[in-house]
């Protein structure tokens, strides 16, 4: 089975505080990608990434940013929280003509 | 708590045979439910979307489901697919009361040609 890491799973935070969501795979994947989902509604791309040093912004416009040093961490960073930052963060992993995966989420509420 | 099950991760069709994609939750209460399609080297996209109303949804390039309450189902159909529905399918349930989404662990499609 494959590993997707995602860590904190709840995070609560008070407004202007940076933030930074972990995500790590141990499969070796090039791309890997950070998707923002508000309650009850679909997800949307915020970040990818197709390998290290390789990092695009995706559909949905979002404050946070990302970076890629590593094939394995994709961590994503906020660096003044607010509240409509609040949302579940979901990031995965995947390579070309394999299937992807998962990690179990970040919940995340600004207050 | 929320659980979403696919029943099968490979799936391998013809050109034009038709497909249908099993998905089971188990909440018994109310739901939103979602089908994703992943096309290779490419990131998440919906396919399709159940929040009320007309339990038959229709969704983008043919695609339809059909949501089931009493089986607890949201199967994805499509009457006759292409090599490019070559792609791995997430179904995705959100229930009332939880603020996340559960994903299913995606069934890989794979259209010969």
């Known amino acids: 089975e494959a590993d997707i890491y995602q860590t904190p799973r709840y995070l609560v935070i008070g407004t202007g505080k940076k933030i930074t969501l972990e995500c790590s795979q141990t499969?070796?994947?090039?791309?890997m990608y950070w998707y923002q989902q508000d309650p009850g509604m679909e997800l949307h791309l915020i970040h990818y990434?197709?390998?290290?040093?390789?990092?695009e912004k995706g559909d949905l416009s979002s404050e946070s940013t990302v970076s890629r040093i590593r094939t394995e961490h994709f961590p994503l960073t906020l660096e003044s929280a607010r509240p409509s930052h609040t949302s579940q963060y979901l990031c995965?992993?995947?390579?070309?003509?394999?299937?992807?995966?998962f990690g179990q989420g970040t919940r995340l509420t600004v207050v | 708590a929320q659980s979403v099950s696919q029943h099968n991760h490979h799936v391998i069709l013809s050109e034009a045979a038709s497909l249908e994609l099993g998905c089971n939750y188990s909440?018994?209460?109310?739901?939103?439910l979602f089908w994703y399609v992943q096309y290779p080297g490419q990131h998440l996209q919906l396919l399709l979307k159940?929040?009320?109303?007309?339990?038959l949804v229709k969704g983008i390039k043919g695609f339809e489901a059909e949501f089931i309450k009493s089986k607890f189902s949201f199967n994805l159909r499509k009457p006759s697919v292409q090599w490019s529905d070559t792609a791995e399918y997430f179904c995705?349930?959100?229930?009332?009361?939880?603020?996340?989404?559960?994903f299913g662990k995606g069934t890989m499609l794979l259209v010969s040609p």
């Open positions: 995965a992993s995947s390579d070309t003509g394999a299937r992807a995966f």
């Open positions: 499969m070796g994947h090039d791309k």
């Open positions: 990434s197709y390998g290290v040093n390789s990092t």
């Open positions: 909440y018994g209460g109310t739901v939103n």
């Open positions: 159940y929040f009320s109303g007309d339990p």
């Open positions: 995705a349930v959100n229930a009332l009361g939880y603020s996340t989404l559960t």
